[in-house]
């Protein structure tokens, strides 16, 4: 199937005072239709700064994007006017982040804020707008929307806020939305409630969903797609079951033992990774897990391994799947 959205070859440097920082260095993805896509990967992996380059809202300066194509809608989101920008990202791609308050605007009433993208965007009166405010509030379950709809941000519970981002993300009917850790700051009750509350909309709506997360439990309930994220790079992607029962990339091995999972007990124990990410100022020329991988191989500390094909469905950049790696590991486990 054409993708709805496809990101090829994503570069993006921040450049700070001290060099510049290499957080995107050649990203692809594709999101589908009706699908969603979640972006796993421990922070700094540069899960944020993809998305952020996708409506074109990196900080800048210092952030940079370098090199790549955004496909969207038959153009290259990365090369069209900031106006086309605008009417994209009101209406054609609806965005949530963790925080609702960096994001909401806290002079307006939440009311006004859904109204205002649908007079702009989709030449609604007034009267339609507020008709459709009401019906948005409601539809993501927020009691009272008559008296809601005249509130400000700060009248709203976190919860509440999260829910009325969704709302107005959503009520231009938006083919793709971003949410960049939608539920991480809300406690598990409604975090479930946020994530059933987006799957039914998208159920209805077949809006593609780019879901980036650090909760395996989060993308188990949400998914259909993974791609893990490290160093910059997506080392690994696939069907939902490819990654948390096929996995081949030792760091989403890593990642399934650190974080929670779906299954996962609270008294269970999480491993974390040792070590620390790379250094994205002076990003290492071979395979960005070599320093803690513990498969680690010398060609990996030297060249990035090529994308492999497991299935139709299924990436993976990793040595290991060289056709000569038993080999070479063999060798260099013998004593000369
Ligand atoms: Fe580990 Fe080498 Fe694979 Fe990187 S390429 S994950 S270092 S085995
Ligand atoms: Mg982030």
Redesign the pocket.
């Known amino acids: 199937m054409e993708p709805i959205l496809e990101i090829k070859n994503l570069h993006v440097t921040f450049h700070t005072h001290a060099g510049p920082v290499h957080a995107v260095r050649g990203v692809d993805l594709k999101l589908a239709k009706g699908e969603t896509l979640a972006v796993v990967g421990e922070s700094g992996s540069g899960k944020s700064v993809t998305a952020q380059a996708i409506v074109r809202l990196i900080p800048s300066p210092p952030g940079r994007m370098e090199a790549g194509e955004i496909r969207f809608g038959g153009r290259d989101l990365a090369r069209v006017s900031e106006k086309e920008m605008f009417q994209v990202r009101g209406s054609e791609i609806g965005m949530i982040f963790q925080d609702p308050m960096t994001s909401l605007n806290p002079t307006m009433t939440v009311g006004k804020q859904i109204m205002e993208g649908l007079m702009w965007h989709q030449s609604f009166n007034r009267e339609q707008a507020r008709k459709r405010a009401l019906e948005m509030l409601r539809l993501v379950g927020i009691p009272t929307p008559e008296k809601r709809v005249n509130q400000f941000p700060h009248e709203f519970s976190g919860g509440m806020r999260q829910r009325g981002m969704i709302a107005i993300a959503l009520a231009c009917n938006p083919k793709v939305l971003i949410a960049d850790e939608p539920t991480t700051a809300l406690d598990v009750t409604i975090q479930a409630q946020i994530l059933d509350l987006m799957k039914g909309l998208q159920e209805k709506t077949e809006t593609a969903i780019l879901l980036i997360t650090h909760d395996l439990g989060v993308v188990a309930e949400a998914a259909q797609q993974v791609a893990v994220m490290y160093g910059g790079k997506v080392?690994e992607s696939g069907r939902v079951n490819d990654i948390f029962h096929r996995s081949r990339?030792?760091?989403t091995w890593g990642l399934m033992r650190s974080m929670p999972r779906l299954d996962w007990k609270r008294d269970e124990e999480l491993t974390p990774i040792p070590g620390s990410p790379p250094d994205l100022f002076d990003p290492p020329a071979?395979?960005?897990?070599?320093?803690?991988?513990?498969?680690?191989?010398v060609?990996?500390?030297e060249e990035m391994?090529e994308v492999s094909t497991v299935s139709d469905t299924h990436r993976v950049?990793?040595?290991?799947?060289h056709p000569q790696?038993a080999e070479t590991k063999a060798r260099a486990a013998t004593p000369m």
């Open positions: 080392v990339h030792p760091y071979g395979c960005p897990f070599a320093d803690r991988c513990p498969h680690a191989m060609i990996c500390h391994p950049s990793c040595w290991l799947e790696a």
